[in-house]
Structure formats: C-alpha cells, structure tokens
C-alpha cells in the first residue's frame, strides 16, 4: 500500500516560525493546481501499488475552492481509482472552518481534519503570527464535530518563548476537553530566514532553556497518556485506533508519491523533491533525485523506526541489511542500553522518556 502527498503552498500570511515552501501570491492558485493534475497524470506509474492514504499538507490547503478540489479528485479518481477505505486528511487553518466552506469540505472524500491550532493562548498565537484566536479554533474544533467529522486531529507548539508549564498545561487541557482524535505537540524550532529566528538571533526573545523544554514535553506526555492517548511516535498521541495512517506510513517505509512544489517522494530505490518555486517554474525544472545505496538505507531504517515507541525491529533489520549490521547497531547502541535512554524488548530497540529527549543524538550513533 502506498500514500500520496499533495503540497498546497498558498498562505493568506507567513507565521512567524514556519519554513515549509509557501507564498502568499493566490494569484497563482490556478494554474498551480493545473499543474498538480498534469504531475498526478504524469507520474501515474511512480506507485505501483494500490493507494491508501492521500494528504493535503500546505501552506493552507483549506484555501483551495471547490473547483479546486473537484479537478484535483477527478485526476486522483481517474487516475488512482475511488476507494472507500483510503484515509484522506485535509489540513486546515480554524478560520476557514465557517459553515459555507464546511460544505465544500463536506462534498469531497476527507475522512480526518487536521487542524492548525498551534496554541489556545492568544498571546502566544499573536506572537506566533496566527491569523485565528483561541476561541475560534474551540468554534472551529465544534464546527467540524457538529458536521459529524469523528477523525479530527490538532497541531501544538511547545517551548515558545515565556511559556510556562501552567499556559501549556491550559491548552493541552482544552485539547483533551474538545475530545479529538488526534494531537501532534511539536517543540519550537527556530529555523533560518523565519521572522522568530531573526529576533532570536537580535536578542529581542530568549528561548525556553533544556530543563523547560523537559519539563513542557513531560506535562505533555503524562497529561494526555492519563486522558487516554497513546503516545505513538515522538511528536504524536491518538487515541485507540486513530493513528495518522499517512504519517505512519512515512516512519514504517511505505512508498510514497509527492506531487507540488518542493514535495518529496520514496519508492524504496530513490528519493526525489520537486523545485521550491510556483508553477510553471516547478514542473519545467524538473526534480532532484538521490539513489539510496544499501549505508542510506540503512541509517533512514534507524530514523524512522526509532520514532516511533514500538522502535526498531531487529528481526527486519537482519533481514534487510544483514547481521553484520544489526552487530553494529546494537554496539552503537550499548552506551544508551547501560545509561537508561534505550532499552531491548521482544527484540525490538527503544527509545525510553528520557531518550527521547536526546533522540537525535542516539539515532546519530546508531547510523553509519
């Protein structure tokens, strides 16, 4: 089974932490998604399997029309075939989830919402450069329930400046009283080129320090753990039965189709992104490729499958890249098994609470 990503990078303002490829100029939004329709054709035998998932990811793929949706589903039909069982996930910002667009989003085939909420604190979402405010993304989070959507998930932010255990303590609350599905809690990072890393870097903010930034992921983690989620993979808890099926499929090695500008994709013997830039430049320059030799393999095999909590199986790494290679692993890893930040169970390699905090790290010694 395979999944398909589809890149919307139209905004209708730049937050001030965020890097993904994105343009304000809506302008272009029809000719871009004329483009994504003829990639989708074009590169119609990329997946030779059937597809399971398709993602909307932006930018704000919530600005797309209805026409917008309706060519982009009949290529994806004509092309991939309906099928029932697919997860289709829409990313959306909360301001656009009023009722006239519900209808839109209501016609097409979208099983699971996510939603860009980021915060429920208004300072924090003003400094973050959020065009909604906390309440109406409580308004938009009813909306969607109301309209009988059961597979929604919410985007957080932790580890902004001057946060405090009791502002991410209220916000996690009142994710775990909405009742969704789904919560991603992804620490800040300060990224190059973004508003908040300029004022990082003129000294007009002061960042979390480490013993915060532990303190933040712990209230997380023993918060929604205590309200029933399952914490899956570093930055994601569902609840039973509601993992993301599309971003699993990432971190288990499915086979995945990218199509829009600066979008990636894997078949499992090469990696290729298209060009970040807007159509036509994006179709016309073509896409980078990178052919993965057994060493890349091998060490996006550790990546992947150590973020997730039921870790790395030692068994399928044997059988992919041989004993030799599950030896070295696990010498890598004897430091971390001895000092509590890995630990080996039913022959499956994991990262512990306190090893993920230092997760990066630890999959860095564990790669070739």
Not at 26 to 31: F, I, V, W, Y
Not at 120 to 130: A, I, P
Not at 137 to 163: E, H, M
Request: proline content about 3%; overall charge negative; hydrophobic content about 35%.
């Amino acid at each position: 089974m395979a999944g398909i990503y589809i890149h919307i990078p139209f905004c209708k303002q730049r937050c001030s932490y965020c890097d993904f490829f994105s343009s304000t100029k809506s302008r272009m939004k029809g000719k871009y998604v004329d483009a994504l329709c003829e990639e989708l054709q074009e590169r119609k035998d990329y997946l030779n399997e059937p597809v399971e998932t398709i993602y909307f990811g932006g930018g704000t793929p919530s600005l797309l029309s209805f026409s917008d949706f309706t060519k982009i589903f009949s290529t994806l039909y004509s092309v991939y075939g309906k099928d029932e069982n697919r997860e289709v996930t829409l990313e959306a910002n909360p301001d656009d989830i009023i009722p006239d667009y519900l209808t839109t989003v209501q016609f097409f085939p979208f099983n699971r919402i996510s939603l860009g909420v980021q915060s429920f604190d208004d300072g924090e979402l003003k400094l973050l450069n959020r065009r909604h405010d906390a309440q109406s993304a409580v308004l938009a989070v009813k909306r969607l329930q109301q309209a009988g959507y059961n597979n929604i998930s919410i985007d957080l932010i932790y580890g902004l400046p001057n946060q405090t255990p009791e502002i991410w303590n209220k916000t996690i609350r009142q994710a775990i009283d909405l009742q969704v599905q789904h919560i991603s809690a992804y620490h800040l990072t300060y990224e190059e080129g973004t508003p908040l890393h300029k004022q990082l870097k003129a000294g007009s903010l002061v960042p979390v320090d480490e013993e915060m930034s532990n303190r933040l992921f712990e209230i997380v983690t023993d918060t929604l753990t205590a309200a029933g989620f399952e914490h899956y993979e570093i930055s994601n808890f569902a609840r039973p039965g509601f993992q993301s099926r599309h971003n699993v499929s990432y971190w288990d090695g499915t086979h995945y189709l990218g199509v829009g500008a600066s979008a990636h994709s894997y078949n499992g013997f090469s990696r290729q992104w298209n060009k970040k830039t807007l159509m036509p430049d994006y179709r016309i320059s073509g896409c980078e490729i990178e052919i993965l030799d057994e060493k890349t393999k091998y060490n996006d095999f550790v990546i992947t499958r150590l973020r997730m909590m039921k870790g790395m199986d030692l068994n399928e790494l044997v059988v992919r890249f041989g004993e030799s290679r599950k030896m070295y692993c696990l010498q890598q890893a004897q430091k971390y098994l001895a000092t509590g930040l890995l630990y080996c169970e039913d022959n499956c390699l994991r990262l512990t609470r306190k090893g993920i905090f230092i997760s990066d790290r630890i999959m860095s010694d564990l790669m070739e």
